[in-house]
């Protein structure tokens, strides 16, 4: 184990799958989790497996070492204290520290036996601290019994964390496995962040939410400003409660709104079962999201099914040349699992999958996966469909892509998908912020992502420039007769100009995309060109996942061995200044380019995908969408002409005024930018779009990717 800090968390696994990951503790080489788990296994044929790493914030964690905790040797109903011995297998004579348990095997329903574990403490906590048993069943299907809706409001008093007496805070939240972290806000003790979201509970008695603050601190790790804890037990549900939670360990206190709602969102059934097929079932559940029920639980807005029946032709992951394939469905953050067909490429799992729809612009992701008990599961394929391009009752055969989405991979899957939702309860839900998914890959610096972002900043601009050219060229009179008509044009609108016009001038291109497209003319051509620069990206990463490099940790492990026996002697103790400061140095180096980098690539992003989505609402590529702004502009145009613009300022002053008065703790939002954040860019609509199913697929397109 390494002399300098580090920041250790665990992995549980079994049978290859990760069942559970414990909280980070940071800059400590004695930590205390005092988590407790739950843990369903199938069999106790199957040691847990347990691995520590060191998180390193943008880079590769470090392998801090691991052991096997072996069930069949625990007895039943009797708390059990382990001490694991950490060890790496590359260097088995040394002793990389140890790690202490207290593990109690329940039997559960038939031969399933329940493992509970509890990451025991090993030090004496202040008494202001209260001891946190985090519990979180992990269930193979996951199906949840309640939402946890939470409002970060804002924070009074925090810490002074930076030179100028202020800090720039942001907080993570965390229950069980999911998480959710909030946007910085900067050069402030009082910062108010006002952001929503919701988390799902497993558990009908409740759990612990672990609520972190911390302070952004560009080129360095963030620093940890305190910390504080909700448990869900002891609040009512159907209620919002008002919390204002002082911190742990720091200054200050959190203002949240906490409110518990029971729902039965999801479930899974055997395709014997099916919800949707009985008519009176059916009738029931349109009735449910009629237009009648438009203001009915705004929230609610339908419900799709999805019938997983088989696939084919599957990628051969196992050197038996077969594969352990199972099917992993996900809507937003809800995410349902099928059964695991051994020793098969064309497996049938005839399973039905149900979910709430909370905004129909979401996105079904339907992935497969290779199980592997000695490693994590193999990425096979995956394709991702928006609800609204699905149509109901047909049974149809999608071709898998990879990880990316961009390009084929081996096989197809067999899937049947329906969904019923209310229209004016989707029109009212794109208004308002896009729910963000708790589990997401952290962004990496890539040059293939920077160039690709560049080029689609680079067209957007030239579309610019090129209308600006267009509007010279006018004044110029490189064509009379153009010039002519623009010239009448311009006199006759300023003439006339009234404010009524601006929407609904708005409204022509929409009407005149729409006959071209009525008419048989494609308006999105310009999408091949992103399709092109996405294919040959893809070819990039995927010889980077073929061939995946050390970090830069990794390749120096030897070395590491040898400093640490040397820091281990008094002798060598100026060595330990001296390399210390160099490795604080190069890292602090390290993180500042990389959130420099990862600063522009995400801008560029942000700035070609708000171009491109403005020109895919006038492209028809949602029609919703599109539908959707028409009505937006003709109320506006209406509203305009026949209300004095006097009357809708005041208005619209009133309200600003007042809202804080009438609500407090209301969160702000931008009705435009919601909408347009439910238009795909031009990258989203080459991911979303189905492929051709190609009878022979080429060898050099069958794509093994590793989710990592």
């Not at 708390?79 to 593990?103: I, M, W």
């Not at 206190?253 to 899974?268: G, M, P």
């Not at 999805?306 to 599957?314: D, F, M, S, T, Y």
């Not at 281990?568 to 060595?575: G, K, L, V």
């Amino acid at each position: 184990m390494s002399l300098w800090t580090s920041d250790p968390y665990v992995k549980f696994k079994i049978a290859g799958k990760e069942v559970f990951r414990s909280k980070t503790i940071h800059k400590n080489l004695n930590p205390v989790w005092d988590e407790r788990v739950s843990l369903l296994v199938e069999t106790l044929r199957d040691p847990l497996y347990v691995k520590v790493f060191d998180y390193d914030f943008g880079l590769q964690d470090d392998f801090m070492g691991s052991a096997y905790l072996y069930l069949e040797s625990l007895e039943h109903q009797r708390a059990l204290d382990v001490a694991l011995d950490l060890k790496d297998p590359q260097y088995p004579e040394h002793n990389l520290g140890s790690l202490e348990l207290s593990v109690t095997l329940t039997p559960k329903e038939g031969d399933v036996r329940d493992a509970t574990m509890l990451l025991r403490r090993n030090w004496k906590r202040s008494s202001k601290y209260q001891s946190m048993r985090l519990s979180d069943v992990h269930r193979k299907a996951q199906l949840w019994r309640g939402i946890v809706s939470i409002s970060l409001i804002e924070g009074h008093g925090l810490q002074p964390m930076d030179a100028n007496g202020l800090s720039d805070p942001y907080v993570k939240f965390r229950m069980g496995h999911q998480k959710y972290k909030s946007k910085t806000i900067s050069k402030t003790l009082n910062p108010q962040w006002r952001e929503q979201f919701d988390f799902h509970l497993y558990d009908e008695q409740g759990g612990f939410v672990d609520i972190t603050v911390w302070d952004k601190d560009a080129g360095k790790k963030d620093d940890f400003m305190g910390r504080c804890t909700i448990d869900l037990s002891l609040l009512s549900k159907e209620h919002t409660h008002k919390l204002d939670l002082p911190l742990e360990e720091g200054e200050g206190v959190l203002v949240l709104l906490v409110t518990l709602t029971a729902s039965a969102a999801v479930s899974i059934s055997d395709l014997s079962v099916n919800m949707l097929d009985d008519p009176h079932e059916r009738h029931q559940i349109k009735q449910r999201y009629s237009l009648w029920r438009s203001f009915h639980n705004l929230k609610d807005v339908g419900v799709v099914q999805v019938k997983v029946i088989r696939a084919e032709g599957l990628m051969a992951a196992d050197v038996t040349g077969k594969s352990d394939p199972f099917c992993v469905v996900e809507l937003s953050n809800d995410r349902l699992q099928t059964h695991t067909v051994y020793k098969n490429l064309n497996p049938e799992w005839n399973k039905v999958f149900t979910f709430n729809v909370k905004d129909i612009h979401s996105v079904l992701e339907v992935t497969v996966y290779d199980e592997d008990r000695d490693r994590s599961a193999d990425f096979l394929g995956k394709v991702a469909i928006p609800l609204l391009n699905i149509q109901n009752g047909e049974r149809k055969a999608y071709a898998l892509k990879s990880k990316e989405l961009t390009g084929p991979t081996k096989g197809v899957i067999f899937l049947e998908i329906d969904v019923i939702f209310n229209a004016v309860k989707a029109g009212l839900r794109t208004l308002i912020p896009i729910e963000q998914k708790y589990i997401e890959e952290e962004p990496r610096v890539s040059k293939q992502l920077l160039l690709r972002n560049f080029t689609r900043v680079r067209r957007c601009i030239m579309v610019l420039i090129n209308a600006g050219c267009y509007i010279n060229s006018c004044f110029e009179w490189d064509s009379p007769q153009r010039s002519i008509c623009a010239f009448v044009l311009f006199v006759v609108v300023v003439w006339n100009f009234e404010l009524y016009m601006i929407p609904l001038a708005l409204l022509l291109p929409l009407a005149w995309t729409y006959m071209l497209i009525a008419s048989g003319k494609d308006t999105r051509q310009d999408v091949e060109a992103v399709e092109d620069l996405l294919e040959d990206e893809d070819e990039d990463f995927d010889k980077d996942d073929k061939d995946p490099k050390p970090g830069p940790w990794e390749d120096s492990r030897d070395k590491n061995h040898i400093l640490e026996d040397m820091l281990a002697s008094w002798h060598f103790e100026w060595i330990r200044a001296m390399v210390d400061s160099e490795r604080k140095g190069f890292m602090n180096k390290l993180y500042a380019i990389q959130d420099v980098c990862i600063s522009v690539q995400n801008a560029l992003d942000e700035v070609a995908s708000y171009g491109e989505r403005i020109k895919n609402t006038f492209n028809w590529t949602v029609p919703f969408l599109s539908w959707l702004a028409i009505v937006a502009l003709g109320v506006a145009t209406i509203i305009l002409y026949f209300i004095p613009l006097r009357y809708i300022v005041l208005a619209w002053g009133v309200n600003k005024f007042t809202k804080k008065l009438r609500d407090p703790y209301t969160i702000d939002n931008n009705e435009l930018l919601d909408f347009l954040s439910r238009v795909p860019s031009d990258v989203q609509v080459v991911q979303y779009r189905e492929l051709k199913l190609d009878p022979n697929p080429s060898p050099n397109k069958r794509k093994k990717n590793n989710p990592g």
